[in-house]
Structure formats: C-alpha cells, structure tokens
T-cell receptor, first 114, second 117 residues
C-alpha cells in the first residue's frame, strides 16, 4: 500500500533554533517528492520538489534531502522564525498511472515560540 | 504568489441548501483539482480535470459535482448540503508535465471552509 508517514506529528521550538522534519514513504514507482508549507487557514505553498536523481535541494532557510534507496526525506529549517509556524506536508508522486498520483502525509505542525 | 482564487473563503449554511464553491486560475493550467482536508488529516482528492469538458472523480467518494467549461474555471457544487460535508475544500492547478503521468508544480488556492449546520 502506498503511504506517506511524517514525524513528528507536532514540534515546538524556540525562535532562532534549527529543526528537522522527517518523511518516510512506500510509494512505488517513485516519481518525485515535494514539501509544502501550509499556514493555518490557508492553502499549501510549495517549498521544494525533488526527483529520483536529486538528493538535496534548498529554498532559503529550508533544505530538503532525499534518500531514494531508503525512501526517506527530511526538511531542515535553519534559524527558525515566528513565521515558520505552520504545517509542513510531505507529498510523493508516483509514475505508475496516467494521473501521476500524489500521496499526501498528514503533516508536521511546527510552532516557533519567541 | 499563485494566481488561483477561491470564493467564498468561509461559508456557513443550513442542511439541504445547494452551494457552489468557485475556483478560478489565471495561469492557463490544464490540470485542476479539488481536495478535501479535515483538521490534522491528509488532503484527499475528490475531483480532477485534465482540461475543458474533462472531469473525473478522485480517490475519496464525494457527493459533490464539478464542471469545466472554461480552462480557468472549475466550480464545485453540492446539491443538498449535510453536516457530514463540513470541511475545508482546496482547489489546485498545475501544468501538464512533459510526460502525461507527470504532475507539475501544484498551486493551491486559499481554501473554502464550509460549515453545514
């Protein structure tokens, strides 16, 4: 069964600290992995998209890594800011169907305290 | 900023009412989607479209219907709302990938929060 599991479910950190969010998936055949940021009451916004051949991609203070062999990804946030408080969603796309189906994780709820 | 818009942002209605959630995008994307999201849960695909006059049901069974008579417009309709329809509805669009099975970057609207009393 194709699944995307994220951990931790929630995380509280102090402003200025770093943190790492995890994503494990069983989706096969794999096409790409995306990380989205979703502020409360808003739609998700794309942070990174990585294909099979990419093992790291950065977007400002956000750095995503991908290990396609172990089917794991992480999102590292450096020098956190209050505005980083949001849900971070891992999404994996397969290439075994004409839809290019997307499998969504439940997200990690990050809270940054001053 | 993505150019995809949803209205209304919030809607509270009584049981049995007909409602339409609007979604429009100005990016010329062929693919459009409707997702349903409950608190703390993953997004579930309820409808998608590859282009004008193309609509398909998604993975999650839904009593809603959609139409796509213009590229930029993908409204969702509930003929008779029930409390079980209370949820957040997210519209999204993407370009066709280089291969038909590739989904390009997904752009989401701000969502429509529906509450049925």
């Amino acid at each position: 069964k194709n699944q995307v599991e994220q951990s931790p479910q929630s995380l509280i950190i102090l402003e200025g600290k770093n943190c790492t969010l995890q994503c494990n998936y069983t989706v096969s055949p794999f096409s790409n992995l995306r990380w989205y940021k979703q502020d409360t009451g808003r739609g998700p916004v794309s942070l990174t998209i990585m294909t099979f051949s990419e093992n790291t991609k950065s977007n400002g203070r956000y750095t995503a890594t991908l290990d396609a062999d172990t089917k794991q990804s992480s999102l590292h946030i450096t020098a956190s800011q209050l505005s980083d408080s949001a849900s971070y969603i891992c999404v994996v796309s397969d290439r075994g169907s004409t839809l290019g189906r997307l499998y969504f994780g439940r997200g990690t709820q990050l809270t940054v305290w001053p | 900023e993505a150019d995809i818009y949803q209205t209304p942002r919030y809607l509270v209605i009584g049981t049995g009412k007909k409602i339409t959630l609007e979604c429009s995008q100005t990016m010329g994307h062929d693919k459009m989607y409707w997702y349903q999201q409950d608190p703390g849960m993953e997004l579930h695909l309820i409808h998608y479209s590859y282009g004008v006059n193309s609509t398909e049901k998604g993975d999650l069974s839904s009593e809603s219907t959609v139409s796509r008579i213009r590229t930029e417009h993908f409204p969702l309709t509930l003929e008779s709302a029930r409390p079980s329809h209370t949820s957040q509805y997210l519209c999204a669009s993407s370009e066709m990938g280089a291969l038909s099975h590739n989904t390009g970057e997904l752009f989401f609207g701000e969502g429509s929060r529906l509450t049925v009393l």
